[in-house]
């Protein structure tokens, strides 16, 4: 059994670094969808440490008597890896729509859960049910697919990214928030039975992985600005001027232009960072600088579904080109299927590439 003192300290320690990221999120970006879902999953987590606190396993002098509210920790906590999951796709597919599908299944499982919860809690006998074991288990495989949806889209765009500071954020993401989140879930729901004393030990060191990451990312925001988390959230997102390395040729947009754009090099299909940097003979690094930079892009991709949807935008218009298959247009300014061209030409133009042509046709 671990020492009562310290499983209470790292709960406490736990609870007031996350409420301290959560307000530091929201102090960042008010009105950002992203940040609104980072904290109210910051105080999920919250609900997840308290729940923790009230189990049988814990020391009667530290445990909290709080059976009202068991119901809502409950589904609080379970709430935390569909909201990962929604975080990851805000932070990391900018300007792409959620799929719908996974947003049912998040929403059906928080509905489950929270009938589950009630049964286990105040239904005698519920537990011993092959129906409530058969869902149980299905829910936790849910949850565990949620953050693997969350960790793929972190990976997913990292070699597009074209802010340094983001791609390491990507990794944090990765390889601490994801790991740990899924950890807490596999481990509690899989491995361990609540109320031994194997359970009891594996919770005071997620307890102690989640005060331990959640410490380590105030004191890293105080290390930059002793104000606030602010500015250490906002170093992922805004553009940095570095000076350019001496003895390196000038490259400037009209230059970039013209190899790029009057050179049509974004009609290759499957382009990328490295490759455009290969053709245009210059480094990856300061490929990335310049578009960022320079051209004010954030994502490789974004800037390539700008040059394209402005090719493809101007053939659609044009009234000799009107019998043109908009598949063979979409294929021939660079893109290797209809799906991803008619996303990225409805984000952009704000209608359908068949809509955009009706109207030309006017």
Same mark, same amino acid.
């Given at each position: 059994m671990p020492n009562p003192i310290?499983? #209470?300290?790292a709960q406490i320690v736990a609870i007031l670094s996350v409420l301290l990221l959560a307000i530091g999120g929201i102090k960042t970006e008010p009105k950002a969808t992203s940040a609104r879902i980072f904290a109210i999953m910051a105080i999920f987590i919250v609900f997840y440490l308290i729940n923790g606190m009230t189990a049988s396993s814990v020391d009667p002098q530290f445990r909290l008597g709080l059976s009202n509210w068991l119901l809502l920790f409950d589904v609080g906590s379970s709430s935390v890896p569909g909201l990962f999951m929604i975080y990851c796709f805000l932070i990391f597919q900018e300007q792409q729509k959620f799929p719908s599908l996974l947003g049912v299944a998040f929403a059906i499982q928080i509905v489950v859960d929270?009938?589950? /919860?009630?049964?286990l809690l105040y239904g005698e006998g519920a537990d011993e049910s092959s129906t409530i074991l058969f869902l149980s288990t299905s829910m936790d495989l849910l949850m565990l697919s949620f953050v693997?949806?969350?960790i793929y889209w972190t990976v997913k765009g990292w070699r597009a990214d074209l802010v340094d500071d983001r791609r390491i954020f990507r990794w944090f993401i990765i390889g601490v928030q994801g790991a740990l989140i899924f950890t807490v879930v596999f481990v509690e729901n899989f491995l361990l039975e609540v109320g031994s004393g194997a359970y009891a030990s594996a919770q005071f060191l997620l307890v102690s992985a989640i005060a331990i990451l959640a410490l380590g990312m105030v004191l890293v925001a105080m290390r930059f600005d002793l104000v606030s988390l602010s500015e250490v959230i906002r170093r992922v997102t805004v553009l940095s001027e570095d000076p350019e390395p001496e003895n390196v040729k000038p490259?400037?947009?009209? /230059?970039?232009n013209k190899s790029f754009k009057d050179g049509q090099l974004y009609?290759?299909?499957g382009l990328t960072i490295a490759g455009l940097a290969k053709q245009l003979n210059m480094p990856e690094y300061r490929l990335r600088a310049f578009i960022h930079k320079q051209l004010g892009f954030r994502n490789f991709n974004a800037m390539l579904?700008?040059?394209r949807i402005e090719?493809?935008?101007r053939v659609l218009g044009d009234r000799e080109s009107q019998t043109l298959p908009v598949l063979t247009i979409a294929l021939s300014v660079g893109y290797q299927s209809i799906t991803p061209f008619n996303n990225a030409f409805?984000?952009?133009?704000?209608?359908?590439? /068949?809509? #955009?042509?009706?109207? /030309?046709?006017?």
């Open positions: 310290l499983l #209470f300290s929270t009938v589950l /919860s009630a049964l693997g949806f969350a490259f400037d947009i009209d /230059s970039f009609r290759e299909a579904h700008e040059y090719d493809a935008s409805r984000q952009i133009m704000g209608v359908t590439p /068949s809509e #955009f042509r009706k109207k /030309s046709a006017k």
